[in-house]
């Protein structure tokens, strides 16, 4: 096994705590702005917005290292994993008009 893949695999048992009513899953998103790959594991109680995401790894833009370490996270755990690319980033909602809490105020 690669060291990239026993560093993603030991900080993966550190975060993932089982917890009761908690949510899990991976994310890993292909970084251009950086030329790497992160791998993040995030959780969140049931019926909470508040996400915690825990940096694993992170690794160069190579995609055979890429793909073993894939392998071998997928050999260790069955989690959802979501795949993000920072070509493709999505607009977070609408734009905020009016908040006076924070120093918008209307036109």
Known sequence: MLKESQTLI????HYFLRRY????HLLIVDNHLFDCYSF???ARRENEQLLHSYDLLEIPHK???????LTDLKAHTQL????RDTHHLVHP???ISQDLAHGHTPD
Not at 10 to 13: G, L, V
Not at 21 to 24: A, F, I, P, T
């Open 10 to 13: 030991r900080n993966f048992d």
């Open 21 to 24: 009513r908690w949510r899990y």
């Open 40 to 42: 993040f594991l995030q």
């Open 63 to 69: 995609v055979g290292l890429y793909q073993q370490v």
């Open 80 to 83: 959802r994993i979501e795949f």
């Open 93 to 95: 909602g609408t734009e």
